[in-house]
């Protein structure tokens, strides 16, 4: 299991999805300093002199689809011997993975036009572009295993 390379590209999708969680998408601060504004996976936050105003609700959905790719990812490691599973559930942490860095950059150009204010694009933008990658190596070594596998079987 862990001696495959596509495991490895794997657990780096789950990381680089994981990594969304803790880095901000968007970040703009005014030059004076004063007020600020966060869009982070779970919540937009807005921070006065002050206090600190967070949102919820919209931005929750870039968290929820982080979340599936992660457990996509791990479920897709724990199935190696069912590879055509692993096929199927690659292509769905695809989606996911697609899914939420649309809506990232949806939310992200919307507070630019909005908030008429160009700030700039976190890290975490980025992990879910990284991630799509690894995914998508992965799958490419999924496929060449199961195309060796069935070459050896016509064989016999």
């Known amino acids: 299991m ?5 495991t490895v590209f794997l657990l780096l999708v789950a990381i680089c999805m994981a990594l969304t969680f803790l880095l901000p998408f968007w970040t703009y601060v005014t030059p004076e300093g004063g007020v600020g504004y966060s869009l982070h996976s779970l919540y937009f936050e807005e921070i006065n002199n002050e206090e600190a ?7 929750t959905f870039i968290a929820v689809l982080a979340s599936a790719a992660i457990i996509v990812a791990i479920f897709e490691i724990m199935r190696f011997n069912n590879r055509l599973l692993q096929i199927k559930l690659g292509a ?14 949806y ?22 572009a990284a991630a ?25």
């Open 132 to 156: 799509l990658f690894f995914n998508l190596l992965a799958n490419r070594y999924i496929r060449k295993d199961e195309k060796l596998v069935r070459s050896v079987d016509r064989i016999r």
């Open 107 to 128: 939310f992200a150009t919307d507070f630019i036009k909005e908030l008429n204010v160009v700030g700039s694009y976190g890290l975490a933008f980025f992990m879910p």
């Open 2 to 6: 862990l001696q495959r390379i596509q």
């Open 92 to 105: 769905l942490n695809s989606l996911l993975i697609a899914a939420s860095l649309i809506l990232a950059a």
């Open 53 to 59: 105003l967070k949102t919820f609700f919209p931005y």
